[in-house]
């Protein structure tokens, strides 16, 4: 019988060579060995450990910028030869290195610090404020240094509003900002850990946590606590901001610092086995701010 007899509907397949078929069946050719390495439940998922950061060195301070004798202090008249500044457009002197060593009085103008001059920001315990319109650095503006960092707080607050037309007459770099051609250097006192983990649940009307690490955090400083609930959204969570009140370090066996707030908190922040809250310090000695 002839094959297409043999299928009764006139078709007729055929063999291939190569594919093994007798009576014109084809087979599978054989699997290939795999080259690669394939992603199996068992090597699906690993646990890592995540390394502390590096403690960074406290070493006794040197070579402090604002402790240079041949200074000139911003708040005496024979450094700008008449008045001292307390609004409009400012221009330090050329070729001075100028001294702020307390609050200056008024909302200044552009402030401006010549390529050849160096405006300084000391230390004052109450602080130092520092208002103007803006700041243009062709020369140098000086807040410490990385062998003396600024232990007290100096505060620089930019003024302005968006004009209406800025996006066609585009305002100059300095305009509520600071523009810089020559050099900025800015060093606070530096605090370890700025992030920690919750040691122990928080609970709604605790006015005290505690951390896994020390951090040596100051009275009034703010800090946040993250979340821990399952949603966390603008419009419903669980984020929180409170201040510090005071900090003891090593309060309990194992434990890094137990910081105590000036209030209570007002949510719930999870620490166990699997997962803990995380804390963040917000503060900071340097702060560049808009009015």
């Known amino acids: 019988r002839d094959q297409a007899g043999a299928m009764g509907g006139g078709s007729m397949v055929t063999g291939s060579p190569g594919r093994g078929g007798q009576g014109g069946v084809p087979h599978p050719s054989p ?3 795999p080259t690669i390495s394939y992603i199996t439940a068992d090597t699906a998922n690993e646990v890592i450990l995540i390394p502390d950061p590096p ?4 070493e006794e301070r040197s070579n402090c910028p604002h402790e240079d004798e041949a200074l000139l202090d ?3 008249s024979s450094t700008w030869s008449g008045n001292i500044p307390i609004s409009g457009h400012v221009t330090l002197p050329s070729n001075t290195r100028v001294i702020v060593r307390q609050s200056v009085i008024g909302i200044l103008g552009t402030v401006t610090i010549p390529s050849s001059s160096e405006l300084i920001f000391g230390e004052d315990a109450t602080g130092i404020t520092f208002d103007a319109y803006g700041i243009d650095v ?9 062998t003396c960092r600024i232990e007290t707080p100096v ?7 968006r004009p209406d037309d800025a996006v066609t007459n585009v305002p100059a770099p300095s305009f509520k900002g600071i523009s810089v051609t020559g050099q900025l250097s800015m060093h606070g006192k530096r605090f ?4 920690a983990r919750l040691a122990l649940t928080v609970e709604p009307g605790d006015d005290v946590i505690v951390l ?10 703010q800090i946040v606590l993250v979340t821990t609930a399952m949603k966390d959204s603008r419009e419903w969570h669980r984020n929180e901001v409170a201040s510090v009140k005071y900090v003891v370090q090593n309060p309990f066996p194992g434990v890094g610092a137990a910081v105590y707030l000036e209030a209570p908190v007002s949510f719930q922040h999870l ?7 995380e804390v963040g310090l917000l503060a900071r000695q340097i702060k560049i701010q808009g009015n």
């Not at 403690?55 to 406290?58: G, H, R």
């Not at 062709?138 to 990385?146: A, P, R």
């Open 192 to 195: 370890y850990r700025t992030w």
């Open 55 to 58: 403690t960074p060195l406290f």
């Open 74 to 76: 911003w708040h005496s």
């Open 31 to 33: 699997t290939p060995t």
């Open 138 to 146: 062709q020369g140098m503006l000086t807040v410490g240094s990385e």
């Open 155 to 161: 505060i620089i607050t930019l003024h302005g509003d």
């Open 212 to 221: 896994q690490h020390n951090a040596n955090w100051m009275p009034g400083q």
């Open 271 to 277: 620490a166990n086995g699997s997962y803990q809250g």
